[in-house]
């Protein structure tokens, strides 16, 4: 994968574009907030490790900047150890992962891994529908009622999984392991940010509520009864 570091810490962006090199990626690194913005835009990589503590541009405001530009990049945020607000903070702005500072290479590595999978099974006609939602999983596209909806590529894969069985309850634990292919049992919270934000996209415009919570049991999506 190509995979973008934006980190000013020297020394631990050299460790880290080193590291994913000796795993196969293409990787390249930027020292500061802006220059690793305006890398990402010039040239969306498939991922980009994105520290959150930056000169120029602090780390929310570049993600946050990707996002409204729809940037295709998975992204995974560097947080402070411990730090769960960081963590929710970027989880909220549009990350697909998060890992705590300091890690091991090979976390991260096999973190990029599993961001680099799509989860499911190939879909017959690459279309899943519920109600007047509607995903071409081959195009990566979703549209409600017609109008395309905007979504993180692991949004999408969260909504994957739900359309993929429509009126099935998933529980956070087993979306977790779908989602992000790891034991997630520690960090529903994760799960809860996801469909939150997915709510705010996809049910948020007036249309009728699909995306559905069974309080202490998990999510699940289908239309009205
Ligand atoms: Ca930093």
Redo the contacts with the bound molecule.
């Keep these: 994968m190509r995979v973008l570091i934006i ?3 020297p020394e631990l962006a050299r460790h880290i574009t080193r590291a994913l090199t000796r795993h196969g990626h293409c990787a390249s690194a930027q020292r500061d907030g802006a220059l690793g913005l305006q890398a990402a835009l010039d040239d969306p990589p498939d991922l980009i490790v994105l ?4 000169p120029s541009l602090d780390g929310l405001a570049v993600l946050q900047r990707l996002r409204e530009a729809q940037n295709p990049a998975r992204v995974i945020i560097l947080t402070a150890r411990g730090s769960v607000e960081d963590r929710v903070k970027g989880l909220k702005a549009g990350a697909d992962d998060y890992l705590p500072k300091p890690f091991a290479m090979d976390e991260l590595a096999a973190r990029i891994d599993a961001l680099g999978r799509r989860v499911g099974a190939p879909v017959a006609d690459g279309l899943l529908k519920v109600a007047d939602l509607q995903m071409n999983v081959s195009q990566r596209r979703v549209t409600r009622a017609g109008v395309p909806v905007a979504l993180s590529p692991r949004e999408l894969d969260v909504l994957q999984v739900l359309m993929q069985e429509p009126g099935r309850v998933f529980s956070r634990t087993e979306l977790c392991e779908r989602v992000w292919q790891r034991d997630h049992e520690y960090d529903t919270r994760t799960v809860e940010i996801f469909i939150t934000r997915l709510r705010k996209k996809v049910d948020a415009n007036g249309g009728e509520p699909l995306i559905h919570t069974l309080r202490s049991v998990g999510y699940s999506i289908r239309a009205a009864d």
Excluded at 51 to 54: M, P
């Design positions: 980190e000013d810490e520290d959150l503590n930056l």
